[in-house]
């Protein structure tokens, strides 16, 4: 059942909950959302002995979009479903997700400890270039209202086959992409796109909550690098590869490492 929580700039924020135990927030990557996208099937993985809390981004699903943005109106976001989990929890965050719950666990909101499932942050000059240029592109795209071109754009930069994307447009899925595209431009910025998402090395230094950074094993080497490096720069910081997976981790192999990581206390 979804319920809603109001964030500080008064944004609905909607979430559901299920199972009981230890509170684990989930935080989508881009484009997706609790009804387009891997976390409603990770709750349910994780509902058997946790509390699993799902929620919709600001922009996508069931929220509301909220006035300009910033990234701290998404930390609040997080912070007041948080609230509604209790006041504390774990928070696993997916690709880009992951670089805005290793922010929250920053900024004191109750962010007991993280799950990172390959935050896609730049390990090299070329990676960051080609963010900045992604980055302005899909800008300009969403300030065009061209929000299909947005969505092109960002599958185009992930790696996407021309031929898939193409079969994309032309399905009835289609228009669920192109109303969550105007939130791309978030998810660069929770990324520091403007710096061509470079590893946040300084934030990460500065964490004091557990962190567990995980990847496929066959995932693209560049994904890899990116969470290898940001373990690297986070302090007590755990890494470890999930055979078998790619960036679009089964919630059936990446559940079970949560709650191993969450059971160590």
Same mark, same amino acid.
């Given at each position: 059942?979804?319920?809603?929580?109001?964030?500080?700039?008064?944004? &609905?924020? =909607?979430?559901?909950? %299920?199972?009981?135990?230890?509170?684990?927030?989930?935080?989508?990557?881009?484009?997706?959302?609790?009804?387009?996208?891997?976390?409603?099937?990770?709750?349910?993985?994780?509902?058997?002995?946790? &509390?699993?809390?799902?929620?919709?981004?600001?922009?996508?699903? *069931?929220?509301?979009?909220?006035?300009?943005? %910033?990234?701290? &109106?998404?930390?609040?976001?997080?912070?007041?479903?948080?609230?509604?989990?209790?006041?504390?929890?774990?928070? !696993?965050?997916?690709?880009?997700?992951?670089?805005?719950?290793?922010?929250?666990?920053?900024?004191?909101?109750?962010?007991?400890?993280?799950?990172?499932?390959?935050?896609?942050?730049?390990?090299?000059?070329?990676?960051?270039?080609?963010?900045?240029?992604? &980055?302005?592109?899909? *800008?300009?795209?969403?300030?065009?209202?061209?929000?299909?071109?947005?969505?092109?754009?960002?599958?185009?930069?992930?790696?996407?086959?021309?031929?898939?994307?193409?079969?994309?447009?032309?399905?009835?899925?289609?228009?669920?992409? *192109?109303?969550?595209?105007?939130? !791309?431009?978030?998810? $660069?910025?929770?990324?520091?796109?403007?710096?061509?998402?470079?590893?946040?090395? %300084?934030?990460? =230094?500065? !964490? $004091?909550?557990?962190?567990?950074?995980?990847?496929?094993?066959?995932?693209?080497?560049?994904?890899?690098?990116?969470? $290898?490096?940001?373990?690297?720069?986070?302090?007590? %910081?755990?890494?470890?590869?999930?055979?078998?997976?790619?960036?679009?981790?089964?919630?059936?192999?990446?559940?079970?490492?949560?709650? *191993?990581?969450?059971?160590?206390?």
């Amino acid at each position: 059942m979804t319920e809603y929580v109001t964030s500080a700039d008064g944004t &609905r924020i =909607a979430y559901q909950a %299920a199972g009981d135990g230890p509170a684990v927030v989930i935080v989508d990557g881009a484009l997706c959302h609790r009804a387009f996208g891997p976390s409603g099937g990770l709750a349910a993985q994780l509902a058997d002995g946790h &509390r699993a809390f799902s929620y919709d981004r600001r922009g996508r699903g *069931e929220s509301g979009p909220g006035g300009e943005y %910033a990234v701290e &109106r998404e930390i609040e976001d997080l912070a007041a479903v948080v609230a509604a989990a209790g006041g504390s929890a774990t928070v !696993l965050g997916l690709s880009s997700g992951a670089a805005l719950a290793l922010r929250a666990a920053g900024a004191g909101i109750g962010v007991a400890r993280v799950v990172a499932y390959e935050p896609p942050f730049s390990t090299s000059d070329e990676q960051r270039a080609r963010f900045k240029d992604y &980055r302005a592109g899909v *800008e300009q795209d969403v300030a065009g209202g061209e929000f299909g071109a947005a969505a092109v754009r960002f599958m185009t930069f992930v790696g996407s086959p021309a031929e898939m994307v193409e079969q994309l447009r032309e399905s009835p899925v289609w228009p669920a992409f *192109e109303a969550v595209a105007p939130t !791309l431009v978030h998810d $660069a910025d929770v990324l520091d796109g403007a710096e061509g998402a470079p590893v946040p090395a %300084a934030r990460l =230094a500065e !964490l $004091a909550v557990p962190v567990l950074f995980l990847d496929g094993g066959l995932s693209p080497a560049m994904l890899r690098d990116a969470t $290898a490096a940001a373990a690297s720069a986070t302090p007590a %910081a755990e890494y470890r590869t999930l055979a078998g997976q790619t960036h679009e981790v089964a919630p059936e192999v990446l559940a079970p490492a949560v709650a *191993e990581f969450i059971a160590q206390d």
